[in-house]
């Protein structure tokens, strides 16, 4: 069955590089996400990536597919204490399916 | 991208008795679903809902318990029925607005509920 699994915690400093892990056991896996949950919000998508791309980058963020360790990663550059917040990763299989979450990294940034 | 507008946006209710949550899109949508978040979990898919035919559930969840409406191609509702502390949970309904593609998925706010 679908599984995506991450790290539970992270903790950084403001201005430093964050990096938020994710591992997924669907070869079939198509599209890739990372969704960011505040406190009291819902969920923000905020990037995604399609399984024949190894990176994209988007402004402070960057993200990373190693698709034969079914590893995936978001770099979050000059990371700020508004970068605060619970991260997903979630895929899915094809257009229109449903997603599959992982249980979220919670990312602090202390000043 | 779609607004979602979702209510309560939280509640306290006592064990056994039914919470309906409404989501309110300002768009037409194909699919809405409806996930919930335990504390400390990732979100689990409840179900998918169509306008005009039966909601689709995932395993583990029952319309009886979670009966579902989709009246119009821009609202839904989900009742969470005879509440227990273990229902405690956001509820976050989605949708994927058109146009969109698969990298549309939108989310409600969520409706923190606690049964006491």
């Known amino acids: 069955g679908e599984d995506v699994e991450q790290s539970l915690f992270l903790s950084v400093r403001e201005g430093d590089s964050s990096v938020i892990n994710c591992t997924y056991t669907d070869s079939s896996s198509t599209y890739l996400y990372w969704y960011k949950q505040e406190p009291g919000a819902g969920l923000q998508l905020l990037t995604y990536?399609?399984?024949?791309?190894d990176m994209k980058q988007d402004q402070r963020l960057t993200v990373l597919l190693n698709k034969k360790d079914k590893h995936l990663s978001l770099r979050i550059a000059d990371t700020q204490t508004g970068d605060s917040a619970i991260y997903f990763c979630a895929e899915t299989v094809s257009g229109y399916s449903t997603l599959t979450f992982g249980k979220g990294t919670m990312l602090l940034v202390s000043p | 991208s779609a607004v979602i507008s979702q209510k309560p946006s939280r509640d306290i209710c006592q064990r056994g008795t039914s919470l309906t949550i409404q989501c309110q899109v300002d768009?037409?949508?194909?699919?809405m679903f409806w996930y919930r978040q335990q504390p400390g979990q990732s979100l689990t898919l409840i179900a998918t809902a169509n306008q005009g035919s039966e909601a689709t559930y995932e395993s583990g969840f029952v319309i009886d318990k979670f009966p579902i409406s989709r009246p119009n191609l821009t609202f839904s509702t989900l009742t969470v029925s005879n509440m227990s502390p273990e229902d405690s949970s956001i509820y976050l309904c989605?949708?994927?607005?058109?146009?969109?593609?698969?990298?549309?998925?939108?989310f409600g706010s969520g409706t923190r509920l606690t049964v006491v």
């Open positions: 990536i399609f399984s024949n791309m």
């Open positions: 768009s037409q949508v194909t699919m």
């Open positions: 989605s949708v994927v607005p058109p146009g969109q593609g698969i990298y549309g998925y939108t």
